[in-house]
């Protein structure tokens, strides 16, 4: 799964690099983004921008907000079974924006993990949006990131992880109607294109914020597998 990302890149750096035209509301870095957040995404809608919605997938027909375990991932295998992500993956794609994404080992003691880029660029995960009314005039929209299955980098940590999508595929990812070319993106990247290394357990808690989060602990490298 992905329950915690990271969006720390310099504005005008994530302009340049998912080729915004700036949004209307401000940018302010992320160091712990976690469900039921509005966070950042960006959708079809032009010009292109960053927009912010809440973390934990909504769909338009449901009669409440959820009040259990928001919805914040999505399978890549079921999304044309699911009824809550079937029309969500035709009509309403989205990116989500990261920089890296947290993870904790399944065993021992939980210790956190984060991923990166080997380059350590931002990045896109593949996600759904959708849009529910609560009442006249209150609209909320919100997300939930795909995952797929560990590639060799991640597999020892956790047996699911976010599709990130090359630079290549937004356009298609965010406009495209041919399902069969959208479901062959959702594949996991390769290990040689990412690190990974283990940070404070300060993370554990959504109450905290700062660039302490993903700082490597003391002593602790990058490494990948090549």
């Known amino acids: 799964m992905c329950g915690r990302f990271s969006l720390t890149t310099e504005e005008h750096q994530l302009n340049e690099f998912f080729r915004l035209a700036g949004g209307a509301e401000p940018y302010k870095p992320r160091y712990n983004g976690a469900p039921t957040q509005n966070l950042a995404v960006i959708t079809s809608r ?3 921008s960053l927009q912010y919605f809440r973390w ?3 769909p338009f027909w449901s009669k409440v907000v959820p009040v259990s375990t928001p919805v914040i ?3 890549a295998e079921s999304l044309d079974e699911k009824p809550m992500f079937r029309q969500a993956f035709r009509k309403r ?3 989500v924006p990261a920089d890296g994404f947290f993870e904790w080992s399944r065993t021992g003691s939980k210790q956190p993990y984060r991923f990166v880029m080997s ?3 931002p990045f896109a995960m593949a996600g759904l949006w959708d849009e529910w009314t609560h009442e006249p005039g209150k609209i909320i929209r919100s997300f939930a990131i795909i995952t797929t299955v560990p590639n060799d980098l991640m597999e020892p940590v956790h047996n699911r992880m976010p599709v990130i999508l090359d630079n290549e595929m937004y356009d298609e990812w965010l406009n495209g109607d041919n399902e069969v070319n959208l479901q062959e993106m959702l594949k996991p990247i390769a290990e040689s ?3 990974v ?3 404070s357990a300060l993370v554990n808690s959504v109450k905290t914020e700062g660039p302490e989060l993903i700082r490597p602990l003391l002593g602790q490298d990058l490494f990948s597998k090549d």
Do not use: H, W
Request: overall charge positive; some cysteine; hydrophobic content about 30%.
């Open 46 to 48: 032009q010009p292109r």
């Open 56 to 58: 934990g997938l909504i």
């Open 73 to 75: 991932n999505a399978r």
């Open 93 to 95: 794609r989205c990116l």
């Open 119 to 121: 380059d350590e660029s």
């Open 193 to 195: 294109r990412m690190k």
């Open 197 to 199: 290394y283990k940070v």
